[in-house]
DNA sequence: CGCTAACTTGAGAATGTTCAATAGACGTGG
DNA sequence: CCACGTCTATTGAACATTCTCAAGTTAGCG
């Protein structure tokens, strides 16, 4: 038995494109690895030298400024793919939020595993699609949102993602779930100041349309006004 | 003979995956088309019907939220791929900003043409990695730059991505361009009003940095000042 | 129980938006 | 080829929102 069959994202990453003898080949090139909060996979523009799926955790995707402006690009949750494949550089830091685990390989050979997979690619084409779109949208929300929106639009966001993903019943919103973020993270992701981000969360709660009973702790207790207010 | 033959993006779009047969077959499965400036060929949030590639011309993908605010989510250039391909919907719209040309295929046929031939669907791939990329690195500009950053940034990236496609010569920035959009576009791609980037634009003409000639024209005569305002 | 880092709150400043008026470019028809 | 009308862009002034800087407050941890 290779270790894969015990993954956690065996059938929801994109090795689920792969049967069983294919995905012990997969596993002899890549290796497991656990990430602390905090720590980097991957560094803004360095080479591409790694890929990886993550099998546990949540992991940012940043960018910055030379004046040390920071804006995260994108988070990632278990089964999702991160890295840069087929391209020579990576143009966002990876960074573990939370602690993670995830399975690295070697960009080269998995290139080279890839072109020799082809439903592996097309997982990885699909994947990279639905990401591109979501990306897209959160475009909107950074060009044209102002920080009232932008935080009820991330809190439904959230809401939506931390569903627990080994969990069988049909993908429901949680109203009350823990944020894998500080403050500054969400206004990093946000495109908004903490200080901005704070007042928002106060107000929100002060109008009784959320609970924070914690610092990372959110409830959401009238979902409908929390989407009205997403614009 | 085919008119992929004849086609100017025939080596660049992600066709040049394709043999002379393959390319013959794919041809027989799209069509050419003719957009005016301002005609739209996908809708947001309507089904993905069609997919596209580029050939002539420059196209805009855009969102918006219900109050009619639009935020520019990508701009499109010949042998650029269009379209949301393996996906119910396309959310977003995608417009003809100048007279375009394209050749549209159904995207079910499309889907099962890609399906049958994996090296265009790793020129896809590796078209939408880079794609990702980019808008990635938009994200930093509508998240945390300033207006004066942002005109200079989307100045110096008009320069680079509008050069001459079928140019022969290593891909230098241009520094005499038109733009293909107006003031009010700009402002949808950058996340400004029309007012902010008019002052801009008037600043850098008054402090000598570039000169504005026409509406569209645009001159950068001090690429490397404007590089350092761009953050 | 106290320390520290994270968060909240407040006041003032900066940046960008809004609304309104003007100027200029471009196409059309005389 | 010029006059006109319309659409686009520029400019100005007041306003709103968010940021910045500074001072508290609180939660979580040893």
Request: hydrophobic share 40%; with cysteine; proline share 4%.
């Amino acid at each position: 038995m290779n270790s894969c069959d015990a993954c956690v994202v065996r059938n929801r990453s994109i090795c689920a494109a792969l049967d069983s003898v294919e995905v012990e080949a997969l596993n002899a090139i890549g290796r497991r690895r656990t990430l602390e909060p905090g720590e980097s996979l991957i560094w803004e523009d360095s080479e591409s030298v790694l890929v990886a799926n993550v099998v546990e955790g949540v992991l940012k995707l940043s960018t910055g400024t030379e004046d040390g402006r920071e804006q995260i690009v994108g988070v990632v949750y278990p089964s999702d793919f991160i890295g840069r494949p087929f391209g020579a550089t990576t143009p966002h830091s990876v960074t573990a939020m939370t602690e993670a685990k995830v399975c690295v390989f070697s960009r080269t050979d998995f290139d080279g595993f890839a072109s020799r997979h082809p439903a592996l690619e097309h997982k990885l084409l699909q994947r990279t699609l639905t990401e591109l779109d979501r990306t897209r949208r959160w475009m909107l929300l950074l060009g044209r949102k102002n920080a009232e929106e932008r935080v009820a639009t991330f809190l439904l966001d959230m809401s939506e993602r931390l569903v627990d993903p080994g969990c069988d019943t049909p993908d429901q919103p949680l109203d009350r779930f823990d944020l894998p973020f500080s403050r500054q993270q969400v206004g990093d992701i946000l495109g908004l100041t903490i200080e901005t981000v704070s007042r928002q969360f106060t107000k929100l709660k002060r109008d009784g349309i959320v609970d924070l009973p914690s610092r990372r702790a959110v409830v959401i207790r009238d979902r409908a006004e929390l989407k009205a207010l997403a614009g």
